[in-house]
């Protein structure tokens, strides 16, 4: 069992940046996946990005160049960096562990956070 708790979330006006922490519950944080999602009002929740165990890194089209994942497992913590916001980046942001799928796929996560919100302002 794993339990995430994201924070950092906030109102940034356009072109601000935010960095959004993910703190795990477990010993076992070193073997996931982590990613980070984000879920518009009346939109589908989406693919932000992904780290792997082996620290791969793989970012949506959308975000690639503003934003950077990161974790640190001595810390159990996921990171979000964003910076160049924009007011289409205005969404809940939550972070997600797997064991294993694709990576970009939702439906590979077994564990979710409670999601932290993120508006930009024009």
């Known amino acids: 069992q794993v339990q995430l708790v994201e924070s950092g979330g906030g109102l940034v006006q356009d072109g601000g940046s935010l960095k959004l922490s993910c703190a795990a519950s477990?010993?076992?944080?070193?073997?996931?996946?982590m990613g980070w999602f984000r879920q518009a009002p009346g939109k589908d929740r989406e693919f932000v990005a992904a780290?792997?165990?082996?620290?791969?890194?793989l970012y949506a089209d959308s975000v690639k160049g503003r934003f950077t994942i990161s974790r640190d497992n001595a810390k159990n913590t996921v990171y979000l960096q964003m910076n160049g916001l924009k007011p289409e980046d205005t969404a809940v942001y939550y972070c997600?562990?797997?064991?294993?799928?694709?990576?970009?796929?939702?439906?590979?996560?077994?564990?979710w956070g409670q999601g932290t919100q993120v508006t930009v302002s024009s």
């Open positions: 477990g010993r076992t944080f070193s073997s996931y996946t």
């Open positions: 997600a562990a797997a064991l294993f799928g694709r990576i970009t796929s939702v439906n590979s996560y077994s564990y």
């Open positions: 780290i792997s165990r082996t620290d791969g890194i």
